[in-house]
């Protein structure tokens, strides 16, 4: 009887072995080379060069001095990556580069995909996880990284109609209604999406927005835009510092935060929120989950890189957190936030 495919003798442990297929390996492969085509298209500005017209590798190379040979598979694996695309000979950007990748435009997420590139240079990543010294490179809770934030909320401040469309839904499942006298926390607003989709359904809700000063003024902007400003007030600086008022909010939204920090850090930030709402006031909690799909797993190593403390937790971890901060009434409502109220 012949021998089974991918089965040979090992003769150290003298038995045959099942040699285990290599596809898992050669996709990491892919995934080195495609990052590294990346990084270099995004340090050539290779789609503002698209854009201009040297659209084959025989211009790039004539226009730029490039290597023809080098221009074509770069060329190449970034059309295979769905960041441009070929009809002929002819390369050509697609609506997400167009949008994305050209730096002259507001939307432009280049400098932000650059940076991540920051955690390898002296294999940073691989030193956190020996120590747990962290983060990685940059800390976004810090103030530095104000033009991450632009650039990862680009399309919102651009397009301000674009958030209201996902955030209307929000408030509905959560029972939370827009109403005269409503007073609402955002608490690191960013954009803030949620709580503007409140004020546009009432006149009378306000919103006090706290974030960092650059931030701020961008968001004001879009409220300007929304035909809301008036019903806003900002608080200006670092979240741990600016003192709130207290028993003097009804609601406040906690969007994209926590999964910055530690639980520790969670249980004073709650506690201090705790103060700030009146009594049967609501605490909204929305965060990167527990990682699940591929998307997750990313976000949560992108959180362990990016934050001293911070890292997806579930609805246990929270409800854990609430609790000791003195909030009742915990409530998951599956895929949407967490809500829970102060006694
Ligand atoms: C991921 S964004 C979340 C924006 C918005 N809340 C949402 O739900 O999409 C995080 C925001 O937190 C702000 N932030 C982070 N650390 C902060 C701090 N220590 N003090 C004030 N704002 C902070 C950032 O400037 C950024 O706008």
Redesign the pocket.
């Known amino acids: 009887m012949g021998k089974e495919k991918g089965v040979v003798m090992d003769t150290n442990l003298k038995r045959e072995v099942e040699i285990p297929k290599t596809e898992v390996i050669d996709q990491s492969f892919d995934w080195l080379y495609f990052t590294g085509a990346l990084r270099a298209a995004l340090e050539l500005r290779l789609w503002e060069k698209v854009a201009a017209g040297l659209n084959t590798p025989g211009k790039l190379a004539d226009k730029e001095g490039w290597d023809k040979k080098g221009a074509q598979v770069l060329l190449d694996v970034i059309c295979h990556i769905k960041l441009l695309s070929k009809d002929g000979e002819q390369y050509a950007l697609v609506p997400e580069s167009e949008m994305y990748l050209m730096p002259d435009k507001p939307t432009y997420k280049g400098e932000m995909l650059l940076n991540e590139f920051h955690w390898e240079a002296d294999g940073k990543l691989a030193e956190s996880i020996r120590t747990g010294k962290r983060p990685v490179s940059y800390d976004?809770?810090k103030p530095n990284v104000?033009q991450l934030?632009m650039a990862d909320y680009s399309s919102s401040w651009v397009y301000p109609e674009s958030m209201a469309e996902i955030d209307d839904h929000l408030w509905d499942s959560l029972e939370v209604k827009a109403r005269e006298g409503l007073r609402v926390l955002?608490l690191?607003?960013?954009p803030?999406?949620?709580s503007l989709s409140l004020a546009r359904r009432h006149p009378g809700v306000r919103l006090t927005w706290?974030?960092?000063k650059d931030?701020l003024k961008t968001a004001m902007k879009v409220a300007g835009e929304l035909g809301v400003s008036r019903q806003v007030t900002v608080l200006t600086g670092?979240?741990?510092q600016v003192a709130l008022d207290q028993e003097s909010f009804d609601l406040a939204f906690l969007?994209?935060?926590t999964h910055?920090f530690s639980p520790e850090d969670n249980i004073r930030l709650f506690q201090k929120v705790f103060a700030a709402l009146a009594p049967s006031g609501l605490i909204v909690v929305?965060s990167v989950a527990r990682p699940e799909s591929s998307l997750g797993v990313s976000a949560d190593l992108w959180l362990y890189a990016a934050s001293a403390g911070g890292g997806a937790y579930g609805f246990k971890d929270y409800q854990a957190m609430l609790e000791k901060a003195g909030f009742t009434d915990i409530t998951d409502i599956e895929q949407v936030p967490i809500r829970a109220r102060k006694p």
């Open positions: 976004v809770t104000t934030w955002d690191a607003c960013g803030a999406p949620r706290l974030d960092w931030i670092d979240l741990w969007g994209n935060l910055f929305r």
